[in-house]
């Protein structure tokens, strides 16, 4: 998580320094959700992300090198930086692309569990175990493509977990106003599958969700829907000046970084103390 905030800081002094173009959008609040769902998974696991996703790629494996290297359009970067920030890709690392469009990767992700789920029961690979992860935003969840994965996936079984980072607003609307039945993880029943909401800002609450999640996946036992209730600390991307959001509700989630509620929780439970703490900050 250190890493993700680190290198999404320094994004944002090269995107003001015009250092780095186009549109840039930032994970700063939502590490928790990235570190407790990757860093469970095996290298052959996929995941498919949509725009906010330079976190998820370093928190699967990804050299920050390789990822800084994209966005910056060299030829060294993970997509030969021809994809930049929106379209970060790493065939090494089961990365399967992020999509700019929302909506866009759900389909993908499915796609890859079927694959999974056929070399293992029609090909007889008894090794394929494969679980695929698909992360999208509250926004997404309105948008049809969901819906038809959520079935299919069921219907199937298929060994993917559909995560929802709900940082409450898609660009400048509001969850509250755009969304007919605002608790997302009450859809997973009634496609059949569990549907489960977690705080978003702790990562160890976020990890034991998944654990569960990832779990039933790889045992064959089906697709689950998780709905992690997170926050963004920037704008939607780095051109937007953030006007929309009440300071009162940015100033709340400001107060529960998960960064720091970890720091917290680890010198408190003699876990770490503040000179290891500073170590893995100067890494």
Same mark, same amino acid.
């Given at each position: 998580? =250190?890493?993700?905030?680190?290198?999404? %800081? #320094?994004?944002?002094?090269? $995107?003001?320094?015009?250092?780095?173009?186009?549109?840039?959008?930032?994970? /700063?609040?939502?590490?928790?959700?990235?570190?407790?769902?990757?860093?469970?998974?095996?290298?052959?696991?996929?995941? =498919? +992300?949509?725009?906010?996703?330079?976190? *998820?790629?370093?928190? #699967?494996?990804?050299?920050?090198?390789?990822?800084?290297?994209?966005?910056?359009?060299?030829?060294?970067?993970?997509?030969?930086?021809?994809?930049?920030?929106?379209?970060?890709?790493?065939? #090494?690392? /089961?990365?399967?692309?992020?999509?700019?469009?929302?909506?866009?990767?759900?389909?993908?992700?499915?796609?890859?569990?079927?694959?999974?789920? $056929? @070399?293992?029961?029609?090909?007889?690979?008894?090794?394929?175990?494969?679980?695929?992860?698909? !992360?999208?935003?509250?926004?997404? +969840?309105?948008?049809? *493509?969901? $819906?038809?994965?959520? /079935?299919?996936?069921?219907?199937?079984?298929?060994?993917?977990?559909?995560?929802?980072?709900?940082?409450?607003?898609?660009?400048?609307?509001?969850?509250?106003?755009?969304?007919?039945?605002?608790?997302?993880? @009450?859809?997973?029943?009634? !496609?059949?599958?569990?549907?489960?909401?977690? %705080?978003?800002?702790?990562?160890? #609450? =976020?990890?034991?969700?998944?654990?569960?999640?990832?779990?039933?996946?790889?045992?064959?036992?089906?697709?689950?829907?998780?709905? +992690?209730?997170?926050?963004? !600390?920037?704008?939607?991307?780095?051109?937007?000046?953030?006007?929309?959001? %009440?300071?009162?509700?940015?100033?709340? $989630?400001?107060?529960? %970084?998960?960064?720091?509620?970890?720091?917290?929780?680890?010198?408190? /439970?003699?876990?770490?103390?503040?000179?290891?703490?500073?170590?893995?900050?100067?890494?």
């Amino acid at each position: 998580m =250190v890493l993700g905030r680190a290198f999404e %800081d #320094k994004c944002a002094k090269m $995107y003001y320094d015009r250092k780095m173009l186009g549109f840039v959008h930032l994970y /700063n609040g939502q590490e928790a959700v990235s570190t407790g769902f990757i860093r469970l998974l095996k290298q052959q696991d996929s995941i =498919v +992300c949509t725009y906010r996703d330079h976190v *998820q790629a370093l928190s #699967k494996g990804v050299s920050a090198r390789a990822v800084m290297s994209e966005l910056l359009g060299k030829a060294t970067g993970c997509s030969r930086g021809q994809g930049g920030s929106m379209h970060i890709f790493s065939r #090494k690392h /089961n990365m399967l692309g992020r999509f700019a469009f929302i909506g866009e990767g759900i389909p993908i992700a499915t796609g890859a569990a079927f694959t999974s789920k $056929y @070399k293992r029961e029609v090909l007889k690979e008894a090794d394929c175990g494969h679980v695929s992860l698909a !992360f999208f935003g509250d926004g997404t +969840c309105n948008n049809g *493509q969901f $819906y038809e994965c959520l /079935n299919m996936a069921a219907l199937w079984k298929l060994p993917i977990v559909f995560v929802v980072e709900n940082n409450l607003w898609a660009i400048g609307m509001s969850h509250l106003r755009a969304t007919s039945v605002p608790q997302i993880y @009450k859809k997973g029943p009634a !496609f059949g599958m569990p549907g489960v909401h977690v %705080d978003g800002m702790d990562v160890l #609450k =976020v990890r034991e969700v998944a654990k569960e999640a990832i779990g039933r996946a790889r045992r064959g036992e089906g697709p689950t829907l998780v709905e +992690c209730e997170t926050y963004r !600390f920037r704008g939607h991307s780095l051109a937007d000046p953030d006007k929309l959001r %009440d300071p009162a509700e940015k100033a709340h $989630y400001a107060a529960r %970084d998960p960064i720091t509620a970890l720091k917290k929780y680890l010198i408190e /439970n003699s876990l770490a103390n503040e000179a290891d703490l500073k170590a893995i900050d100067k890494r």
